[in-house]
Structure formats: C-alpha cells, structure tokens
C-alpha cells in the first residue's frame, strides 16, 4: 500500500529547506541511476533543476534510499508535491538512451509507494521495451490533450468529433483573418508583437495552407510573453515554463514530448508539426535554461483570479491581444530570464540567436513574394555571445 497523503489541512507546504532538499535527491538519484551511476546528462539536468527550483545545490553523492523509505520520508506532503517528485524522476529517465528496463521499473516503484500514478510512466516503460509506436500512441491517449473540450474555446473554432487535437487547419479564412489583424494594433501590445514574431520568421496563420495546428500555434504567444527565441533549445524552454505553470499533472506529458523529440528521438513527431532532432538538451547550458523555464512556470499566478494554476495554451490570447506585453506579464506572473539562463545562452525573439536559420530564410522568402523589404526586428542566427 502506498504512503497515504498526509490529512486535510496538516500538509506540508513550506518550500523545502537544505534538509529536505538533499533527501530529495536521494530519491532522485536512487530512483533513475543506471549501472555505474548517473549518467553525465542526468547530473546536468538534476543540478541545474535543484539550483533553479529550491536554491540549494544537489547532493553528489547521496546515500541510496528505498522506495518506500523515501515516500515515508514525504509522508507530511501532499500528492501534488510527490507529483512532481515522479515528474523530476521521470524527467531524469528520459534522457536516457537506451532507457534501462530497470531504470524504468525502479522510478514506478517510487511513484507506486508515493501514491502517485502518472501516464508518463506507461510510456517510459514502453520506450524501455523498445514500444516506441505503442508509446506514441499513449502519448497522445494520455498526455495533455484529451479533454480538449475544456481548452478549444481559445482556439477560434471548435474540432470536430474526429478531429486531431494537433491537427492543422488550411481553410479557416476568419481564423486567418483574426491573426492578420494582429498587423493594426499599435507597437508594444502582445497582439502587434506577436505579428511581428510570424513575419520576421515567415511563419502563416492558423487556417491558411501550411500553417501550425491552432493549439500548437496558443504557445507561439508565449514565445512573446516570456521573451523566448525560437530555435530547438528556446522549444525546450518554453515548453518546460508550459508545463510547470500547469497544476494538472498531465501537462507534464508536454515536457516530456519535446524531451522524447529533441534530446533522445524516443519521438518521431509531436504536435502536429514538430520533427524529431536529437541531442539539443545535451546542448551546453540547456539543462539550465531548461531549469530556469520550469522555475518561471512555478512562479506564474494569474493576478486577475488569483489561481496559481495557468494553462497557457486554453488562453484565450485575442481577449489579451492589444494590451501591452509589460501589463501581460505582469498579469501573469511572468518573471524574467535569470542571469545563470541568460549566460547559458537563454535569448529572446528578437536577439541574436534567437532565430533559426530556416526560420530567417522562410522570413526572407515571405517578404521577397510579398514585394516588401524584409525586417527581422532585431533576430539574427547566430551565437547570442557573439
């Protein structure tokens, strides 16, 4: 039987000290360390997510803990908090190439005798078996987008019963013309800053020929709002301030998609347009800015509601589209980039290195068959330290 969760109204719910913070590390590291111990990239990535979320520094070398001794160490927190003790295990898992059978029976173990049953936990489990197909599968039966119903109405349009949640949509001409009229609002809103993100990298609207699927396109607004670029390292960032500022542990399949698709290639495709391509968190400093987005996402509240829990992509961004980006951020919590990200390479939208190269051709075409000069609005390919 798992440790139950401590009763109502005597949880836990200070920030964890120094103490706890390097028991929790036991966990980790007992739970997902190979033969031989943790791999150097699981030791990035747990350094860098202890730093960025408790301020304490990881225990190196931690004594082993069993599974059920460290749920009963938890016993005083609530289930949302061993969530995201699974959440950080499996995170940690899935950086591993080849996953181990063990690795992934182990970080089960822990999540059984904490009381927590994540589906992500399935689809470890199949990537250690070699299921990848099957594995694809449950992502998208169990991840974040099954109850879409409850997120469509910041789409533009409701899906059909048979509709792919990540489908694209080519002919939506009031979809298309609700994103061009982002162009006429004044300098400095979201919505106006956001027109000027799609056509430095010629990206097209929701609802034309080629566009990204209308929920995928819901984060290209927190692109703008958090002051993230778009290359492969800035999707892993965004992607993790996604999940973090999310309470319903299912958004934590969205991290763990981006994880599968650019560090391991678990992944094939995601999203209705992502391709797999592997090493990017392996990338140096990644794993820090990696980090700092889950920190932002855990600082997120909504000021307006006062709910602590944000779904970034059921926003209904139109509503918030001629406000200025400042009052946005303000609204939601949005704290800025820490320096530890930013010397990591962490850039913004319209900084060096903040665009792709494929993006900064795809502008420079768009502009050249639409007979305009092209402007970038500061992005430019290249080393953001250069």
């Known amino acids: 039987m798992p440790v139950p969760p401590p009763a109502e109204g005597t949880a836990l719910t200070t920030p964890p000290d ?26 990035l990535l747990l350094e860098a997510v202890s730093d960025a979320m408790t301020g304490f520094p990881m225990d190196h070398d931690p004594e082993p803990i069993t599974p059920r001794a460290y749920a009963e160490g938890l016993a005083r927190r609530d289930m949302g908090f061993r969530a995201r003790m699974v ?9 591993l190439s080849p996953l181990p059978e063990e690795v992934a029976d182990r970080v089960t173990a822990f999540a059984s005798e904490l009381g927590v049953d994540d589906e992500m936990l399935r689809v470890t489990r199949e990537f250690a078996h070699g299921s990848l197909g099957l594995a694809a599968v449950d992502f998208a039966r169990n991840g974040y987008v099954p109850d879409l119903d409850a997120r469509v109405a910041a789409l533009g349009r409701r899906p059909g019963p048979d509709d792919d949640p990540w489908g694209a949509v080519a002919a939506d001409p009031a979809l298309a013309a609700r994103w061009a009229a982002l162009e006429d609002l004044p300098a400095g809103t979201l919505g106006h800053q956001v027109w ?10 929701p609802g034309t020929p080629g566009s990204a699927p209308p929920l995928l396109a819901q984060h290209d607004w927190v692109h703008v709002l958090a002051d993230y670029g778009t290359t492969v390292e800035s999707e892993l960032e965004v992607f993790a301030l996604i999940s973090r500022a999310n309470d319903d542990p299912r958004a934590f399949s969205l991290l763990a998609m981006v994880v ?8 094939a495709s995601g999203a209705g347009l992502f391709q797999a391509d592997r090493g990017h968190l392996s990338h140096a400093g990644v794993a820090v800015r990696l980090a700092d ?28 589209a001629d406000r200025p980006v400042e009052v946005v951020r303000t609204e939601l919590g949005m704290v800025p980039r820490s320096e530890a990200a930013r010397a990591a390479g962490s850039v913004g939208p319209w900084e060096p290195g903040g665009i792709s190269p494929f993006q900064l051709a795809a502008g420079q075409a768009m502009a050249a068959a639409e007979g305009r000069p092209y402007d ?11």
């Open 18 to 43: 120094a103490a706890e913070v390097a028991f929790m590390t036991r966990g980790f590291v007992s739970a997902v360390a190979p033969d031989g111990g943790l791999r150097p990239m699981q030791r």
């Open 87 to 95: 959440q950080v295990m499996l995170l940690a898992e899935l950086v």
């Open 196 to 205: 000027r993100f799609y056509r430095a990298r010629g990206f097209t609207y």
């Open 260 to 267: 599968s698709l650019f560090e391991t290639g678990y992944l």
């Open 293 to 320: 987005g889950l920190r932002r996402g855990a600082l997120c509240t909504d000021t307006r509601s006062g709910e602590s829990s944000i779904d970034f992509l059921a926003i209904d961004w139109f509503s918030l």
């Open 376 to 386: 970038p609005y500061g992005a430019a390919v290249g080393d953001p330290a250069g």
